[in-house]
């Protein structure tokens, strides 16, 4: 069942261009295998991954799958979208590549000594 109460579809959905989906909404107790075992039954899986913090290893609340095939990932998004998994409506959409960090620059302003110069002007007491 969807939050809709009955099969609305969602109008204005951007076709697919990668068979790996982003899966949000996930509940904290949903496990890599619960999210394989809901997402299985639509084609053949590659990868089931729930990201979890690196210090508490708790789930993050999303995470992704990956298909064979862009048929089959467009299958599991129209059949999973906006459906319960775990006592929580998880929402499936397309994975957007991974957006690479800028190398930090060199702060202009250091020493060679690896200091910081003080640019306060003036004195206040």
């Known amino acids: ?35 394989k075992s809901a997402f299985a039954p639509f084609g053949q899986l590659l990868e089931a991954k729930v990201i979890t913090d690196r210090v508490s290893g708790r789930s993050k609340g999303f995470g992704f799958v990956r298909y064979a095939s862009l048929e089959e990932a467009e299958t599991a998004r129209q059949e999973m979208n906006a459906k319960f998994l775990d006592g929580w409506v998880i929402f499936v959409d397309p994975a957007k590549q991974r957006e690479q960090k800028p190398a930090p620059q060199p702060d202009t302003a250091s020493s060679h000594a690896g200091f910081t110069i003080n640019k306060t002007v003036g004195w206040c007491g």
């Open 1 to 35: 069942s969807t939050i809709f109460g009955d099969d609305t579809e969602v109008a204005n959905v951007p076709p697919l261009t990668t068979p790996k989906l982003f899966v949000s909404g996930l509940s904290r107790l949903t496990t890599d295998e619960k999210l």
